[in-house]
C-alpha cells in the first residue's frame, strides 16, 4: 500500500496514520475496507464520532437526496429550512420525551467550539472567572479546553497560562474510598479552603480519554445537588458519551438529572460530518444577539443528517435494539475479563462506551496490532495508555459485534499464552 505521500507531505503531528499503517477506501456499518479490500471491525468509530456506523443509510439518504437539489449547504446563523426541520426533530424526538426545555445554541462544528461557549456563557451569567475541572478530564483542544483538561501533555501544549481552573478530583479518584463530591461540597462552603466559587463545574459522565472512568448516578446526583446549592453552573460535555453513546441519547440520564449546560458534538450529526449545540438552560440564556459567533455554525447537510438520526430515537424497535446490544457487549467483556486476569485488570465504562483496563500499556499495543493485523481497529486511552477502548457502532450487528470480539479474544490469548 502506497503510504508515501503521507510520510513526505503530511506533518509530523499525524497520529492515527501511524498506528493503523493501511489506506482506507470504503466503510459501511461496522465494517471499514482498506485499498487491498482487506475488511476490519471497527471499534474506533471515528473516536466515538461514528456512533450510527459508517454510511447509515437511514441517515445517508436523506442526505443524498438534499445535495443533489441545490439547497443550501452554508448559512452561518441564518434561518434555512434545514435548520428549522433538525430544531423540529430535535425538540419532538429528544428534548420533550426527555421532559427537557433547553435553549439550542449552534457554535463552530468541533466539540471544543461548544465547551469553549459554554465556559463562556458560565463565566459571562456568574461574573466569575474559575471554573472546576476534573482529574483525568478531557475537554478538546482549543485554549480554554485545554485549560480544563487533566493530563499534563495536553494541558503543556498551548503554551500560554491556563489559569482560573481548580483541579478536583472525579469520581474513584484517586481511589474509591475517597469521597470527592463531599471535598467539593465542603471547600465550596469554607471561607478557609483558599478555593474561590467557580462560575461553573465542567465533567464528563464518563471520562473516554481519561481512562473510560464512569462516574455513578449518586455521585453525578450529589455534584447537581452541590452546583445548585453554591449557585454554580452545571455543564455536562457530553461530547463523546452522548449521542447514543451510552445505550441512552444523553449520558447523564441515568442519573436523572438536568444540567444547566450540556455541550453535544462528535455523533450529533449521525454521519461523522462536523456540527456541535450547546443546551442551555433558558434563563441561563444571557447572550447578547451575535456576541458569540463562528462561521461553520450553519453546515446545513449536518442538519440533515442529525434530524433523520434524531427520529431514530423515536423508534422503539431501534432503542430496544441499543440496549440489548449495550447488554450483550458488556457480557462479552465479564467473559473476558474473567479468561484473561493476566491481562486485564478491570472492565470500565458503561453501556456501549466501553474499556478494558489492562496491566500494563505493553500489553495495550500488543493487543492493538495482533488486532490490527487480524482485522480490528481499537484505540487506547487513559494517563499511562493501559485501557482498551472498546465502542463499536452502537448499530453494530450481532456478527459483527462477536466477530471483532472474536479478533480482540484471539490477540488476548497470545498475551497471556506468551507472558
Ligand atoms: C472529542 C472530545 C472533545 C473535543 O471535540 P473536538 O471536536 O475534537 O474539538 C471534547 N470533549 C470530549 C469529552 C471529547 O471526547
Redesign the pocket.
Known amino acids: 500500500m502506497n503510504t508515501e505521500i503521507f510520510t513526505a507531505h503530511e506533518s509530523n503531528v499525524r497520529r492515527y496514520g501511524r498506528s493503523f499503517p493501511a489506506v482506507f477506501t470504503k466503510a459501511l456499518g461496522a465494517t471499514i475496507w482498506d485499498e487491498a479490500g482487506k475488511p476490519y471491525i471497527d471499534f474506533l468509530v471515528g473516536?466515538?464520532?461514528l456512533n450510527y456506523g459508517h454510511n447509515n443509510p437511514n441517515i445517508i439518504a436523506p442526505a443524498i437526496e438534499y445535495l443533489v437539489g441545490e439547497n443550501i449547504l452554508l448559512s452561518l446563523d441564518m434561518y434555512t429550512a434545514a435548520k428549522r426541520d433538525f430544531i423540529e426533530v430535535f425538540v419532538g424526538s429528544i428534548l420533550k420525551p426527555r421532559d427537557l426545555s433547553y435553549k439550542i445554541q449552534f457554535p463552530g462544528?468541533?466539540?471544543?467550539?461548544?465547551?469553549e461557549a459554554a465556559l463562556a456563557l458560565a463565566r459571562k451569567y456568574t461574573g466569575r472567572s474559575s471554573v472546576m475541572a476534573f482529574t483525568n478530564?478531557?475537554?478538546?483542544?482549543?485554549l480554554g479546553?485545554l485549560a480544563v483538561s487533566g493530563s499534563a501533555s495536553t494541558r503543556e501544549l498551548g503554551g500560554v497560562a491556563r489559569h482560573d481552573v481548580i483541579r478536583v478530583p472525579y469520581d474513584g479518584y484517586p481511589n474509591q474510598d475517597f469521597d470527592s463530591a463531599g471535598y467539593i461540597d465542603f471547600v465550596l462552603g469554607d471561607t478557609g479552603s483558599g478555593i474561590e466559587k467557580p462560575a461553573a463545574i465542567i465533567l464528563?459522565t464518563i471520562?473516554?480519554?481519561g481512562g473510560m472512568n464512569a462516574a455513578s448516578a449518586a455521585w453525578l446526583t450529589e455534584i447537581h445537588r452541590i452546583c445548585r446549592k453554591h449557585g454554580v453552573v452545571m455543564i455536562v460535555?457530553?461530547?463523546?458519551?452522548g449521542a447514543g453513546r451510552t445505550g441512552e441519547f444523553f449520558s447523564f440520564e441515568f442519573a436523572k438529572i438536568e444540567p444547566d449546560i450540556v455541550?453535544l458534538?462528535?455523533s450529533l450529526s449521525g454521519s461523522g460530518s462536523?456540527f456541535?449545540i450547546v443546551l442551555i438552560r433558558p434563563d441561563l440564556d444571557i447572550w447578547r444577539p451575535g456576541e458569540h459567533s463562528g462561521t461553520f455554525r450553519g453546515n446545513n447537510l449536518a442538519f440533515v443528517t442529525a434530524g433523520a438520526m434524531c427520529k431514530l430515537w423515536s423508534d422503539r424497535q431501534f432503542t430496544a435494539g441499543i440496549e440489548r446490544t449495550a447488554i450483550k457487549l458488556q457480557t462479552h467483556l465479564d467473559r473476558l475479563v474473567a479468561k484473561f486476569p493476566k491481562c486485564i485488570e478491570q472492565k470500565r465504562g458503561r453501556g456501549l462506551m466501553a474499556g478494558l483496563k489492562c496491566r500494563s500499556q505493553a500489553v495495550v499495543g500488543r493487543v492493538h496490532d495482533v488486532t490490527f493485523e487480524n482485522g480490528l481497529l481499537i484505540e487506547s486511552s487513559g494517563p499511562n495508555r493501559d485501557v482498551i477502548k472498546v465502542l463499536p457502532p452502537i448499530t453494530i450487528t450481532d456478527d459483527e459485534l462477536d466477530h471483532g470480539i472474536a479478533i480482540l479474544d484471539h490477540a488476548l490469548k497470545e498475551q497471556a499464552n506468551g507472558d
Do not use: L, R, V
Open positions: 473516536s466515538g464520532a462544528p468541533t466539540g471544543t467550539n461548544a465547551n478530564a478531557f475537554h478538546g483542544m482549543s479546553s464528563e471520562q473516554a480519554e460535555d457530553d461530547i463523546q458519551a455541550c458534538s462528535k462536523p456541535s
